[in-house]
């Protein structure tokens, strides 16, 4: 055989070793404890998402998710461990879309949202919409647009910061309606909630709001998603209202650090899409606004790809800096 | 003139120098305007007022009378120094019972009244309790052992 | 609320705390509570940290019954390490290191320390009857507060700084600027920009408190102590009488009693008050003594009102978070963050829809107030005698437990070396004597200051003169001008002779 060709089927041979050992060690993935990074403090909407989801992945692998707070930077440093982790399965990342799709475009970031991450999950979208305190007097989203037009930059909206998925909904909003609101930088959906709650702030847009307007202390306009919250059947949806590709969607999800065996992420991800279609799952996602779509690790990263394209847009469009 | 307080002196070079470092650090960023206060328009006022602050102390040191300067005790403050450092730079690498014996015994080599039998004791004493306390009780994430030692990760 | 409802809440509140299991979760967080936070450095903050994922297993009630356990434990041991070791355990203790570790090197830890839990039973006591008998009202209070209201409310909180100082006023005031500076490090909220990071991003959300803390009191402290026998043994070599005396009851009644009122106003600001109760407090007494210089020296009034502030703010801080899902610190949002774990959204709902965890939760506070002085009196003793150990021992002990304490924050060996920096800075200062107490006020008071001082500039477009046009904005900042005249005049008179005698 010549020299050649014998290199060759060697060569073959040794990836052929490799690959066998790869899917056997995702055939006995998890071993260990896996380590499951978030990249906020404790406590937030993240930890509110997240924690639920390691729970039922414990009791499906029989083996601990173990959530580690990693909070700062807008959630940079966190999303930096997790991109600087071993591949090997025994690290995740979980997190919203914003430090990936929304943050790179802004500033300089530690880590590459498409090559040092492989896209593993999707685990809840969180459906909430714009609120506006009733001293306003008005009802609907149409009359809030009407009273914008009417009165420019009158009306003011609490953000959680300074080009965070809620300002870039905002912006959003002015920019596909042509009306002038006064952005407010919060630290926070708290922060914000504190303010818009006695009027001194008249709207926001976060999930934190919504058990206010359930008890009707807020009225909620609109949902930034494609579909209704349950809990609210007459709320209309941005596309219902006539003003399409405006969601600015805030969606969670699982990544591996970039290199992790196929066959774990394969595995994970059948894993997640079962029991996102558990109704007791669905029933605690619902509980925090959130609904969990069923996705492949291919199309997640093209929905990234899609998602930092069209804030990247927005972003330019509306001359968000960080100046 | 005669410098009457040295400490009044040392402080208000202090202040002077640490007001001229935010001013200057500070110089750049952005002042934005009377509706939107901009990144730079609070350390500015700060840097101006510790530097006024700084400059009455040095002038008061020329005017009144103060205490003169102490001397430094070099020995802990080095060895202080040193010990936390070499926790910080230790524990993630070496685990937790090695960067405590570093660090402890830094901090030990930083008083003459050290006695070492003693210390050696105490020593023991201390890393049971601290593995024990935060590894086994409270759970940290924290390497016991040197990390190249296989199990190093948990302790159970 | 009538007293037919008040009772029948009260009675089921009652009911689901006074369960066997509860209670003991409320006995397992306030021991847990108070061990982790007489570590020094490991706060509330991070005991509750550590420990919320274990009380996921647990059924709702008894999770936040031990969580809130979790939090007074730590916050009282936080007191006690304030007082033994001038550490101070969290923010609200500061202030108790002035007088507390003057007393306790002259032998009256054991005093300091008494009077220090029973001030803030007595304060917790009263403010859970404030939360079931006025939440609403009260949080509607809390509501009036504007931005430009906290605005004026913090420069009151920083004048009250300078008040504090106990000696050259000027060196306070230079502090204070400085402390301002070292908050600001990191990202500015409002735009996103980062300032005197130097582009590393464990700065990008600032210095911690904590590291900060352990650096300036404690690391510094060890340097100064180590060779120095002087300044670190006990005046009074003999630990004179565990017990306060009953001059020291005496003339803490009245302390206790105002600090508990004011701790207990500004806990329910969302906004940050619960960091002033303490200096508040403290500022207050100063004035209102017919020997203030005598405080920080070992006062026991200094030790007393802080301490029944911080505590009532601490009770009443839960308002906001139980009545409108606002959490007005990290240790609330915690508390958020647990009960979202047992799926149970926090807001105005809550006390209607699941009214036994409501007031089975006011109920266990209470309870845990108990508890807490209950197990910390005896301890009280065990405490004094360590501080008999030798220092060359202690200090390192004293050390470690610095280094991990701020490690176990984030997991983040460079926050470590920051206490080193902290160090070096904090003994530098006190060769100088300069107080850092003022520096640490300014240091949380300053970017706080900021942000509403941009925001009502941005509601109100621009026009300065709306800090004088809110009523409540105009009283904080009247109050500030009269103080600030009263610490400085006399300074500018002394200053004024000398130079005419010159």
Same mark, same amino acid.
């Given at each position: 055989?010549?020299?050649?060709? %014998?290199?060759?089927?060697?060569?073959?041979?040794?990836?052929?070793?490799?690959?066998?050992?790869?899917?056997?060690?995702?055939?006995?993935?998890?071993?260990?404890?896996?380590?499951?990074?978030?990249?906020?403090?404790?406590?937030?909407?993240?930890?509110?998402?997240?924690?639920?989801?390691?729970?039922?992945?414990?009791?499906?692998?029989?083996?601990?998710?173990?959530?580690?707070?990693?909070?700062?930077?807008?959630?940079?440093?966190?999303?930096?461990?997790?991109?600087?982790?071993?591949?090997?399965?025994?690290?995740?990342?979980?997190?919203?879309?914003?430090?990936?799709?929304?943050?790179?475009?802004?500033?300089?970031? !530690?880590?590459?949202?498409?090559?040092? %991450?492989? !896209?593993?999950?999707?685990?809840?979208?969180?459906?909430?919409?714009?609120?506006?305190?009733?001293?306003?007097?008005?009802?609907? %989203?149409?009359?809030?647009?009407?009273?914008?037009?009417?009165?420019?930059?009158?009306?003011?909206?609490?953000?959680?910061?300074?080009?965070?998925?809620?300002?870039?909904?905002?912006?959003?909003?002015?920019?596909?309606?042509?009306?002038?609101?006064?952005?407010?930088?919060?630290?926070?959906?708290?922060?914000?909630?504190?303010?818009?709650?006695?009027?001194?702030?008249?709207?926001?847009?976060?999930?934190?709001?919504?058990?206010?307007?359930?008890?009707?202390?807020?009225?909620?306009?609109?949902?930034?998603?494609?579909?209704?919250? !349950?809990?609210?059947?007459?709320?209309?949806?941005?596309?219902?209202?006539?003003?399409?590709?405006?969601?600015?969607?805030?969606? %969670?999800?699982?990544?591996?650090?970039?290199?992790?065996?196929?066959?774990?992420?394969?595995?994970?991800?059948?894993?997640?899409?079962?029991?996102?279609?558990?109704?007791?799952?669905?029933?605690?996602?619902?509980?925090?606004?959130?609904?969990?779509?069923?996705?492949?690790?291919?199309?997640?990263?093209?929905?990234?790809?899609?998602?930092?394209?069209?804030?990247?847009?927005?972003?330019?469009?509306?001359?968000?800096?960080?100046? | 003139?005669?410098?009457?307080?040295?400490?009044?002196?040392?402080?208000?070079?202090?202040?002077?120098?640490?007001?001229?470092?935010?001013?200057?650090?500070?110089?750049?960023?952005?002042?934005?305007?009377?509706?939107?206060?901009?990144?730079?328009?609070?350390?500015?006022?700060?840097?101006?007022?510790?530097?006024?602050?700084?400059?009455?102390?040095?002038?008061?040191?020329?005017?009144?009378?103060?205490?003169?300067?102490?001397?430094?005790?070099?020995?802990?403050?080095?060895?202080?120094?040193?010990?936390?450092?070499?926790?910080?730079?230790?524990?993630?690498?070496?685990?937790?019972?090695?960067?405590?014996?570093?660090?402890?015994?830094?901090?030990?080599?930083?008083?003459?009244?050290?006695?070492?039998?003693?210390?050696?004791?105490?020593?023991?004493?201390?890393?049971?309790?601290?593995?024990?306390?935060?590894?086994?009780?409270?759970?940290?994430?924290?390497?016991?052992?040197?990390?190249?030692?296989?199990?190093?990760?948990?302790?159970? | 609320?009538?007293?037919?409802?008040?009772?029948?809440?009260?009675?089921?509140?009652?009911?689901?705390?006074?369960?066997?299991?509860?209670?003991?979760?409320?006995?397992?967080?306030?021991?847990?509570?108070?061990?982790?936070?007489?570590?020094?450095?490991?706060?509330?903050?991070?005991?509750?940290?550590?420990?919320?994922?274990?009380?996921?297993?647990?059924?709702?009630?008894?999770?936040?019954? =031990?969580?809130?356990?979790?939090?007074?434990?730590?916050?009282?041991?936080?007191?006690?390490?304030?007082?033994?070791?001038?550490?101070?355990?969290?923010?609200?203790?500061?202030?108790?290191?002035?007088?507390?570790?003057?007393?306790?090197?002259?032998?009256?830890?054991?005093?300091?320390?008494?009077?220090?839990?029973?001030?803030?039973?007595?304060?917790?006591?009263?403010?859970?009857?404030?939360?079931?008998?006025?939440?609403?009202?009260?949080?509607?209070?809390?509501?009036?507060?504007?931005?430009?209201?906290?605005?004026?409310?913090?420069?009151?909180?920083?004048?009250?700084?300078?008040?504090?100082?106990?000696? $050259?006023?000027?060196?306070?005031?230079? =502090?204070?600027?400085?402390?301002?500076?070292?908050?600001?490090?990191?990202?500015?909220?409002?735009?996103?920009?980062?300032?005197?990071?130097?582009?590393?991003?464990?700065?990008?959300?600032?210095?911690?408190?904590?590291?900060?803390?352990?650096?300036?009191?404690?690391?510094?402290?060890?340097?100064?102590?180590?060779?120095?026998?002087?300044?670190?043994?006990?005046?009074?070599?003999?630990?004179?009488?565990?017990?306060?005396?009953?001059?020291?009851?005496?003339?803490?009644?009245?302390?206790?009693?105002?600090?508990?009122?004011?701790?207990?106003?500004?806990?329910?600001?969302?906004?940050?008050?619960?960091?002033?109760? $303490?200096?508040?407090?403290?500022?207050?007494?100063?004035?209102?003594?017919?020997?203030?210089?005598?405080?920080?020296?070992?006062?026991?009034?200094?030790?007393?009102?802080?301490?029944?502030?911080?505590?009532?703010?601490?009770?009443? $801080?839960?308002?906001?978070?139980?009545?409108?899902?606002?959490?007005?610190?990290?240790?609330?949002? =915690?508390?958020?963050?647990?009960?979202?774990?047992?799926?149970?959204?926090?807001?105005?709902?809550?006390?209607?829809?699941?009214?036994?965890?409501?007031?089975?939760?006011?109920? $266990?506070?209470?309870?845990?107030?108990?508890?807490?002085?209950?197990?910390?009196?005896?301890?009280?003793?065990?405490?004094?005698?360590?501080?008999?150990?030798?220092?060359?021992?202690?200090?390192?002990?004293?050390?470690?437990?610095?280094?991990?304490?701020?490690?176990?924050?984030?997991?983040?060996?460079?926050?470590?070396?920051?206490?080193?920096?902290?160090?070096?800075?904090?003994?530098?200062?006190?060769?100088?004597?300069?107080?850092?107490?003022?520096?640490?006020?300014?240091?949380?008071?300053?970017?706080?200051?900021?942000?509403?001082?941009?925001?009502? =500039?941005?509601?109100?477009?621009?026009?300065?003169?709306?800090?004088?046009?809110?009523?409540?904005?105009?009283?904080?900042?009247?109050?500030?001008?009269?103080?600030?005249?009263?610490?400085?005049?006399?300074?500018?008179?002394?200053?004024?002779?000398?130079?005419?005698?010159?």
């Amino acid at each position: 055989m010549q020299r050649r060709d %014998f290199l060759t089927l060697a060569g073959a041979t040794l990836a052929a070793g490799f690959s066998s050992k790869a899917s056997a060690q995702a055939q006995g993935w998890p071993e260990r404890t896996v380590k499951v990074i978030l990249p906020y403090a404790p406590g937030g909407a993240t930890d509110a998402i997240g924690r639920p989801w390691a729970d039922k992945l414990s009791q499906a692998f029989g083996q601990q998710f173990v959530i580690e707070n990693r909070g700062g930077a807008s959630g940079m440093i966190g999303v930096e461990a997790a991109s600087k982790s071993a591949p090997d399965g025994y690290t995740l990342l979980l997190t919203p879309n914003a430090p990936l799709a929304v943050l790179p475009s802004l500033r300089k970031t !530690p880590y590459d949202p498409i090559k040092s %991450f492989d !896209p593993v999950g999707r685990v809840g979208d969180v459906i909430n919409g714009f609120v506006i305190h009733p001293s306003v007097g008005v009802k609907t %989203f149409q009359e809030m647009v009407e009273y914008a037009k009417k009165n420019p930059g009158k009306l003011t909206f609490g953000s959680s910061g300074n080009g965070t998925s809620t300002h870039l909904r905002l912006e959003m909003l002015k920019y596909k309606t042509g009306i002038d609101i006064l952005h407010i930088p919060y630290r926070g959906g708290a922060d914000t909630l504190n303010d818009v709650l006695p009027g001194t702030v008249h709207m926001m847009n976060e999930p934190v709001s919504l058990p206010h307007a359930k008890a009707g202390k807020l009225i909620l306009l609109n949902v930034n998603s494609q579909v209704r919250h !349950p809990d609210f059947p007459d709320i209309p949806t941005l596309t219902e209202l006539g003003i399409t590709g405006a969601d600015v969607p805030i969606w %969670f999800s699982i990544f591996a650090p970039a290199g992790t065996p196929k066959d774990i992420i394969a595995k994970l991800n059948a894993k997640m899409q079962e029991i996102a279609r558990t109704d007791d799952m669905k029933a605690k996602l619902i509980a925090v606004n959130a609904v969990a779509p069923l996705q492949s690790p291919e199309n997640m990263a093209k929905h990234l790809l899609e998602d930092i394209k069209a804030n990247a847009e927005l972003i330019n469009a509306a001359s968000i800096k960080i100046e | 003139m005669r410098i009457r307080s040295g400490q009044d002196i040392a402080t208000g070079l202090l202040f002077l120098a640490f007001g001229l470092a935010a001013y200057w650090i500070g110089a750049d960023y952005p002042m934005g305007s009377p509706q939107r206060p901009g990144t730079g328009v609070l350390p500015r006022i700060l840097a101006w007022c510790l530097m006024g602050t700084g400059a009455i102390l040095c002038a008061k040191a020329f005017l009144a009378d103060g205490t003169a300067l102490t001397r430094w005790a070099w020995r802990p403050v080095i060895m202080t120094t040193l010990a936390t450092i070499a926790f910080a730079l230790t524990v993630d690498n070496l685990g937790l019972v090695v960067s405590m014996l570093l660090s402890m015994t830094l901090c030990a080599l930083g008083t003459p009244e050290t006695r070492w039998r003693e210390y050696a004791i105490f020593c023991v004493l201390m890393v049971a309790l601290g593995v024990g306390m935060f590894i086994w009780g409270l759970r940290m994430p924290i390497p016991v052992w040197p990390v190249s030692l296989p199990g190093a990760l948990s302790w159970n | 609320m009538e007293l037919g409802s008040l009772f029948s809440n009260l009675s089921l509140g009652f009911s689901v705390a006074v369960s066997l299991q509860n209670l003991f979760w409320c006995l397992m967080g306030a021991v847990i509570g108070t061990a982790v936070g007489v570590l020094p450095g490991v706060g509330p903050t991070a005991t509750m940290a550590l420990l919320l994922p274990a009380t996921y297993f647990l059924p709702p009630e008894g999770a936040l019954i =031990m969580l809130a356990g979790i939090y007074y434990g730590a916050q009282y041991g936080g007191s006690t390490t304030a007082i033994l070791v001038n550490l101070p355990g969290e923010a609200s203790s500061v202030v108790t290191t002035l007088d507390g570790y003057q007393m306790a090197r002259q032998g009256r830890a054991g005093p300091a320390l008494a009077i220090a839990a029973l001030g803030s039973f007595f304060a917790g006591c009263v403010a859970t009857i404030a939360i079931v008998l006025a939440a609403p009202p009260l949080t509607r209070l809390a509501q009036q507060f504007a931005p430009a209201d906290y605005f004026s409310l913090m420069v009151l909180g920083l004048v009250f700084a300078v008040v504090l100082a106990r000696g $050259s006023v000027i060196k306070a005031f230079g =502090m204070i600027f400085l402390g301002m500076l070292l908050g600001l490090v990191g990202t500015d909220v409002n735009t996103g920009n980062t300032r005197f990071t130097f582009g590393i991003s464990d700065l990008f959300d600032g210095i911690g408190f904590v590291p900060l803390v352990m650096g300036v009191f404690g690391i510094a402290e060890i340097m100064a102590n180590l060779t120095n026998p002087q300044r670190r043994d006990l005046v009074d070599a003999k630990v004179s009488g565990l017990l306060p005396t009953k001059e020291d009851i005496m003339r803490s009644i009245a302390p206790v009693l105002r600090g508990t009122f004011l701790g207990g106003l500004l806990g329910i600001l969302p906004g940050g008050g619960a960091v002033l109760a $303490s200096f508040s407090a403290y500022t207050v007494e100063k004035r209102l003594s017919k020997t203030p210089e005598k405080f920080g020296t070992g006062m026991i009034e200094g030790v007393a009102a802080p301490e029944s502030a911080n505590n009532a703010a601490a009770q009443t $801080s839960f308002i906001p978070m139980l009545t409108l899902g606002i959490p007005s610190n990290a240790v609330m949002a =915690m508390m958020i963050g647990g009960m979202m774990i047992h799926g149970i959204i926090p807001g105005p709902q809550v006390m209607e829809q699941k009214p036994g965890l409501f007031w089975g939760m006011i109920v $266990s506070m209470w309870i845990g107030n108990l508890m807490l002085v209950v197990l910390n009196l005896p301890l009280i003793g065990i405490w004094v005698r360590m501080l008999l150990v030798p220092y060359r021992l202690l200090a390192v002990a004293i050390l470690f437990f610095c280094c991990i304490g701020v490690y176990s924050l984030n997991n983040s060996a460079n926050e470590v070396l920051i206490i080193a920096l902290f160090g070096v800075i904090g003994y530098l200062l006190m060769k100088l004597e300069c107080e850092p107490a003022p520096l640490l006020l300014g240091f949380l008071l300053g970017p706080m200051m900021e942000v509403y001082m941009r925001r009502a =500039m941005l509601l109100s477009r621009g026009d300065p003169w709306v800090f004088l046009q809110r009523p409540l904005s105009l009283t904080f900042l009247a109050i500030a001008v009269v103080l600030l005249l009263f610490v400085i005049l006399p300074n500018v008179r002394r200053a004024r002779e000398t130079a005419f005698q010159e």
